[in-house]
């Protein structure tokens, strides 16, 4: 039976994939699976995680979308920076939730001469969307310096602030090489 299993999920695994031991805890790397059009494995230390796109895209909905992840990290980190300072203030709060969406916007802040730069249309933006629940509630006050401290977690800031992406393009292990025959 179990023979019969794993020629069945051998179908369905990448097989090429490096054992958890040996997955890298000092990078992440993200590499197709060849499961899908869009299928996506990260990979740090003995995290495994799938990235797909919604089917309505081409995806299977095998796991969260790039942007999904983005909003993991900004909701998890917002969390995070929260207990970090319910704790050293020793504040006695209710588990934190946090909810966020994501979604493009119009920008209606930008100046009609801009929009007359991108022929007339209007530009869109990236906008999250976070909503943050106390279980319990808090005092108006302790809200208020919540939400602040919301703002200061370190993906928020990132996500606000100026990003440098440096990329590369590292030489394969090996040259693959198409031959007719």
Same mark, same amino acid.
């Given at each position: 039976?179990?023979?019969? %299993?794993? $020629?069945?999920?051998?179908r369905?695994?990448?097989?090429?994939?490096?054992?958890?031991?040996?997955? !890298?805890?000092?990078?992440?790397? #993200? +590499?197709?699976?060849?499961?899908?059009?869009?299928?996506?494995?990260?990979?740090?230390?003995?995290? +495994?995680?799938? @990235?797909?796109?919604?089917? *309505? /895209?081409?995806?299977?909905? !095998?796991?969260? *979308?790039?942007?999904?992840?983005?909003? @993991?990290?900004?909701?998890?980190?917002?969390?995070?920076?929260?207990?970090?300072?319910?704790?050293?203030?020793k504040?006695?709060?209710?588990? =934190? !939730?946090?909810?966020?969406?994501?979604?493009? /916007?119009?920008?209606?802040?930008?100046?009609? !001469?801009?929009?007359?730069?991108?022929?007339?249309?209007?530009?869109? %933006?990236? +906008?999250?969307?976070?909503? %943050? +629940? @106390?279980?319990?509630?808090?005092t108006?006050? /302790?809200?208020?310096?919540?939400?602040?401290?919301?703002?200061k977690?370190?993906?928020?800031?990132?996500?606000?602030?100026?990003?440098? =992406? #440096?990329? *590369?393009?590292?030489? $394969?292990?090996? /040259?693959?090489s198409?031959?007719? #025959?």
């Amino acid at each position: 039976m179990a023979d019969v %299993i794993a $020629a069945w999920a051998a179908r369905y695994v990448d097989t090429e994939i490096a054992p958890l031991e040996e997955a !890298s805890a000092a990078h992440l790397t #993200v +590499r197709e699976t060849l499961q899908g059009k869009f299928q996506n494995l990260a990979t740090r230390g003995p995290h +495994r995680l799938l @990235i797909d796109e919604p089917a *309505s /895209v081409g995806g299977q909905e !095998s796991g969260p *979308s790039p942007y999904d992840y983005m909003a @993991i990290a900004l909701g998890g980190c917002t969390s995070m920076t929260l207990r970090i300072y319910a704790n050293f203030k020793k504040l006695d709060i209710g588990r =934190i !939730s946090v909810e966020v969406d994501h979604g493009k /916007v119009e920008a209606d802040h930008l100046r009609d !001469s801009e929009q007359d730069a991108m022929g007339g249309k209007a530009r869109r %933006i990236d +906008r999250f969307e976070r909503r %943050i +629940r @106390i279980d319990g509630g808090v005092t108006p006050e /302790v809200e208020a310096k919540l939400l602040e401290i919301a703002n200061k977690c370190p993906v928020h800031r990132t996500l606000t602030g100026d990003v440098d =992406i #440096v990329t *590369s393009m590292e030489p $394969a292990d090996r /040259v693959h090489s198409i031959t007719k #025959v």
